[in-house]
C-alpha cells in the first residue's frame, strides 16, 4: 500500500474464545505486511467487551504495531472513564476512537456522558494531548439522526470538542462520502474525515449489517448480490471489483487514507490493495 503513499488503518473486533484469539493473531501478522498506519478494536455495547477489547490493544501494542482502543460512553461515568483512560495510557496507547456507543438491550439510558462530543471533551480536559482522538462520521446519516442537518451538526460538535480525525461508516457511494466532507467543511470543520471500507464477501452478512447500521447498499450492487444466490466465488469476485473501484475513486480524489473493516479477516483486505496496487 506504501506504493499508492496513503495510510491505511485496520479494524477488528475482540474474539471471544481462545482458538479466536488464536485466529486473530495469525490474520494480524499476515495483514501487518500493508504497514497500517494504526489498528483499532471495537468495544461492545455499555463496555460489554472492555476485557477482551483491552487485551487485543494489548496484545497488538506488544507485536509493535500502533493500537486504537473504541471507547464508547453511554452508560458510563466520570470515573470510569478515569480509570479506562489511565489504563491504556499504561498499556502505551496513543490514539482513541471515541464513540457514544450502544447500551445493551434492556438497559435504560444511563451514565454521566449522553454524547460523543461529551466524552470527547472530558478526554480532552482529563488527558490534554495525550491521545490522537478519532470521532465516527456518517456519510448516509446517522440511523437516529433527526435530520441531516442536525447529524452533520453532531460531527462539527464533537470535532470542535477536540477530536484530530474521523473515520467514517461504510459506504459505496463515493458521492455521499465527498458531499459529507464538502458540507462539514462549510461548518468549519477541517480535520482529516478518512473513509471507511467495508470489503464484500458475503452478501447475506452485508445485508443484515447494513440494515442495522444505516448503510446504504445501491440497488444495482444489492440485486446484483441477490442474482448470485449461493454463489459464494461470485460474490467475493464481484465484491472485490466493486470496492476496488471504490477505494481508486476515493484515492483519486485525495482522502487522506483509508480504513478497512477487516472482519478478523485477511483474504480480502489484501486483495483490494493488492489490486489497487496493479492498476
Known sequence: MRALNLPISLEFFPPKTPEGAEKL????????????????????????TQEGTFATVGAIQNEG?????????????????RQELSTLKAMGVKRLVALR????????AGGEFHYASDLVSFIRAETGDDFHIEVAAYPEIHPQAKSPESDLQA??????AGANSAITQYFYNADAYFRFVDD????????????GIMP????????RFSDA??????????????????????????GLEVVTDLCEQLIRAGVPAIHFYT????????????GLQSR
Open 25 to 48: 493473531r495469525l490474520v494480524r501478522q499476515q495483514l501487518y505486511a500493508l504497514k497500517p498506519e494504526f489498528c483499532s478494536v471495537t468495544y461492545g455495547a455499555g463496555g460489554s
Open 65 to 81: 504495531v500502533a493500537a486504537a482502543s473504541h471507547f464508547s460512553c453511554i452508560g458510563a461515568t466520570k470515573a470510569s472513564v
Open 101 to 108: 456507543g450502544d447500551l445493551p438491550s434492556g438497559y435504560g
Open 155 to 160: 460531527f462539527a460538535t464533537k470535532v470542535k
Open 184 to 195: 462539514a467543511h462549510k461548518l468549519g470543520v477541517d480535520v482529516p474525515v478518512v473513509p
Open 200 to 207: 464484500i464477501t458475503s452478501s447475506s452478512q452485508l445485508l
Open 213 to 238: 447500521c444505516g448503510a446504504e447498499i445501491p440497488r444495482w450492487i444489492r440485486l446484483r448480490l441477490q442474482g448470485y444466490g449461493d454463489d459464494i466465488e461470485s460474490i467475493k469476485a464481484f
Open 263 to 274: 472482519m478478523n479477516q485477511s483474504a480480502a483486505t489484501m486483495a483490494i490493495l493488492a
